[in-house]
């Protein structure tokens, strides 16, 4: 575990710097009227975070042999839709919530009105990036991009389980809908940042399953660990509020299993994704270690 | 002008039916948590709107014998744009509407979270629609649709122009500044409808100059009109209040250049979009009657 850890946090670095630096350059206040909206998405996207899908696209990247470059490009444009969902998430009208990634939200920052709108340009944003052919020069690879990239964050995706998780604080969800509303609501984007490498390696149907199997079980690992630390976990290691489903009467992974069964579920989920990878080799260790680390994170 | 008008009049009637008919289908109710979510989608999306974008955009396609299902999916997915984009700006935060379209908007008919959230979603349906093969059968196609579709909603078009809207309400603009605001606002949307046909007929870079000077004037003569009417309209016909720019200290071309003025640049503004259709027949009557009906209209 610890030279699993060591890898991802190696890795994280190096992603984090280039999504920094290329948020930076796609960010590049414009000096005119709309420099409130830039400073805002800069204030959102830029320095802090896990950095988890980007790393996840290289990591899965790293099976193929695809470039860098378009590594790179796909896992910023998938961290514009995060960055956009964190924002709209975090509204007063959504989830209240007034600090994250260790700063003030954007609406506390700035105002309503100019989070709406970073929200809805950063969504905007991945788009833009994807359909760029500097992102990849194959037109059937970007298309595909696009389309696997709109449906995980649409409605059958990322909003569809956020909808979901504003009706679980008026109903009681039983263990299937929870496990339902978390496959949308992270579990979504999560996959599809191991589904773009397979698009950009244009692999068969048949492979492509095995990794969606892989990515599946993370992304429900990763939210029952999220469960479990929003129990359990450090708000100031968080940089965010923590206990507020409990607060908010909504049943979750921890509420419904138990700490227990909650942790063992999550390390069962892990060793279930690392069997999708048998019969790759070294080239799957960093996919490895991501799944490992996800449960052992303290943040 | 009659003549003008009522060729509008009935494309239009026969647009709204198949644009009303597109969303119903792409919203049918999931029957799950999600239900709110697409019954405030569907409030927002069927039945009401002048529906011009999507018209434009089949307007614009007679000129190159694009495919009426083509058109219709394009336009689908501009209006999914434009109706998102009036979800988020009726917002609380945003321009605090209560009425649109002659009913309640969706934070007053649902909540804000869910106005958010359908906003949200609607803006990926959009690029769900465009990158789909139905919509057009080249992928190179369909990239250069969600890149002219992304460009023109994001920071660099509607969004930031409504950044712009926001900031009007503390600096007092310039008549520049003014018309490069709603140039982005709703210029970048009203032009994507007329490229969107000139990208399906894979027109030349110089044959797409023109039309996209048709469609740069009336997207002007639009707004100008649209300063009119919220000086001089009737807010039963609008569906909405009127007069509120005036009240929010808000520069537009009506105050700037009087309403005498502001009338006659229109007009000039029409004569100018309808002489980019020079060497067209009657395969251009349709978008030169919508020219005409832009000044013409009273809601």
Redesign the interface.
């Known amino acids: 575990m610890a030279g699993a850890a060591a890898l991802v946090m190696l890795r994280a670095r190096d992603v984090a710097r280039e999504i920094d630096a290329a948020f930076d350059h796609l960010l590049a206040m414009?000096g005119?009227?709309?420099d409130?909206?830039?400073a805002a998405?800069r204030h959102a996207a830029i320095g802090g975070g896990k950095r988890l899908r980007p790393l996840l696209v290289q990591a899965a990247s790293d099976l193929f042999n695809i470039s860098r470059d378009s590594a790179l490009r796909v896992g910023l444009a998938i961290e514009c839709i995060h960055v956009y969902s964190l924002i709209?998430d975090d509204?007063p009208?959504?989830d209240d919530d007034d600090m994250r990634r260790g700063k003030p939200t954007v609406h506390k920052a700035f105002?309503?009105?100019?989070a709406?709108?970073a929200?809805?340009?950063l969504?905007?944003?991945a788009?833009?990036i994807?359909?760029?052919e500097e992102t990849h020069p194959d037109?059937?690879v970007?298309?595909?991009l696009?389309?696997a990239?709109?449906?995980a964050?649409?409605?059958a995706g990322m909003?569809?389980g956020?909808?979901?998780d504003?009706?679980?604080e008026k109903?009681r969800?039983d263990l299937a809908?929870v496990t339902r509303?978390q496959n949308l609501k992270t579990g979504a984007l999560i996959a599809v940042c191991v589904e773009a490498a397979a698009i950009m390696a244009r692999l068969p149907a048949e492979a492509r399953l095995r990794l969606h199997g892989y990515a599946r079980d993370i992304g429900l690992a990763f939210q029952i660990a999220d469960d479990l630390l929003d129990v359990e976990g450090d708000a100031t290691l968080a940089g965010k509020a923590l206990g507020k489903d409990a607060a908010a009467g909504k049943e979750t992974f921890v509420s419904l299993l138990g700490v227990d069964r909650a942790r063992e579920q999550a390390h069962m989920l892990v060793d279930q994704a690392k069997a999708h990878l048998h019969g790759h080799g070294a080239e799957a260790d960093l996919l490895r270690a991501i799944a490992d680390y996800i449960v052992e994170r303290d943040r």
């Open positions: 414009p005119d009227p709309r409130r909206l830039y998405m709209h509204l009208a959504m105002d309503e009105a100019t709406i709108l929200g809805d340009c969504h905007d944003l788009f833009q994807l359909s760029d037109p059937f970007r298309i595909e696009v389309q990239l709109a449906l964050s649409g409605p909003a569809g956020q909808m979901m504003l009706e679980a109903t969800f809908t509303l």
